[in-house]
């Protein structure tokens, strides 16, 4: 093969195909509506919990401050990929060039990592409220709360730095199509014509440690927190920390689960399928459930909703 050919085959034109989900149905159209209806019931779910949070003197703490935050990670998250597979959907276009490949590859990854620490700083938020109740507000307090948080997204920041240069410079020399609804990079290294083993290596040794310090922070936290609520002699108290535990549990383990799959599992059990409806699962529908699960289940948000929707009744005077 001639250096012109090699280089015909390495830049493959100036964008990518990425075939979706829509390729996969019987029904693209019906598809795509519930899709879009998921996607506004995201933002307003994630919406109306931030607008809550910051509104109502009584969610001003710590716990409801990364609940604001994980509400802003799924606005985002879900607006990375959905806008852009509805609108190819609508206009039918399939294409993505790749400086918006790689911009969209950035910002899923950033976003993903960013939320692994921020469970994790949701975790020892919990501990600290329930193992320490008396210096819970000094050591939980709105500096420490702004560091966390931003601890989170810097660190998320560095997986999306580290995985998308790599990803975006191998040669793309085989098909352009991209057998997933967005960038995602073990999408991306299918589609190399060069030796992705080394890269898959560090990216499984970089997943292990993102995955690593979160889950020991969680599963200690968690630790505490049953040997704590065991040695309580109140049963409401018991009631009320299973309660706001088993919320954030279970947004750990839908997470978690999805994530593990995804960049965990060796690519020999991965099918472009199964890949699809894992992320579109934990890129779709977990930001719907998550407001939905701290929402329904948490007395105290339910209560400034039916503040900010309660009507007071218009007193009529009567004349005598």
């Not at 600290?128 to 948080?149: D, F």
Request: hydrophobic letters at 50%; charged letters at 10%.
């Amino acid at each position: 093969m001639d250096n012109t050919t090699w280089l015909a085959n390495y830049t493959g034109g100036s964008n990518f195909i990425l075939l979706g989900l829509f390729t996969q149905s019987n029904h693209p159209v019906l598809l795509s509506v519930v899709i879009f209806v998921i996607f506004l019931m995201a933002l307003s779910g994630n919406g109306l919990l931030i607008f809550l949070i910051h509104s109502n003197a009584h969610l001003q703490t710590p716990m409801y401050f990364f609940i604001s935050q994980l509400s802003l990670m799924d606005v985002m998250y879900i607006s990375v990929t959905v806008p852009k597979m509805l609108i190819d959907q609508v206009i039918g276009v399939k294409k993505i060039s790749i400086a918006e490949c790689g911009i969209q590859m950035f910002l899923y990854s950033t976003l993903v990592g960013s939320e692994f620490f921020l469970l994790a700083a949701m975790a020892y938020d919990r501990y600290m409220a329930i193992c320490h109740p008396l210096r819970y507000p000094v050591l939980m307090n709105r500096r420490v709360c702004l560091l966390l948080a931003a601890g989170c997204w810097f660190l998320g920041s560095v997986d999306g730095f580290m995985l998308t240069p790599i990803t975006m410079t191998f040669p793309f020399c085989r098909s352009r199509e991209i057998q997933h609804f967005f960038c995602e990079v073990p999408a991306l290294m299918k589609l190399s014509c060069s030796d992705t083993s080394l890269i898959e290596t560090l990216m499984y040794l970089c997943c292990v440690l993102m995955l690593l310090i979160p889950v020991t922070v969680i599963s200690s936290s968690y630790s505490f927190i049953l040997i704590t609520i065991h040695r309580m002699k109140s049963a409401e108290g018991r009631k009320k920390a299973f309660t706001t535990c088993s919320s954030h549990m279970t947004v750990v383990t839908l997470f978690y689960g999805a994530a593990i799959y995804t960049y965990m599992i060796p690519s020999s059990y991965h099918t472009a399928e199964k890949d699809m409806v894992v992320s579109f699962f934990y890129t779709i529908l977990t930001p719907v459930l998550n407001p939905l699960i701290y929402s329904l289940r948490n007395k105290d948000v339910t209560g400034a909703l039916k503040k900010i929707l309660h009507v007071r009744p218009v007193i009529q005077e009567t004349i005598n």
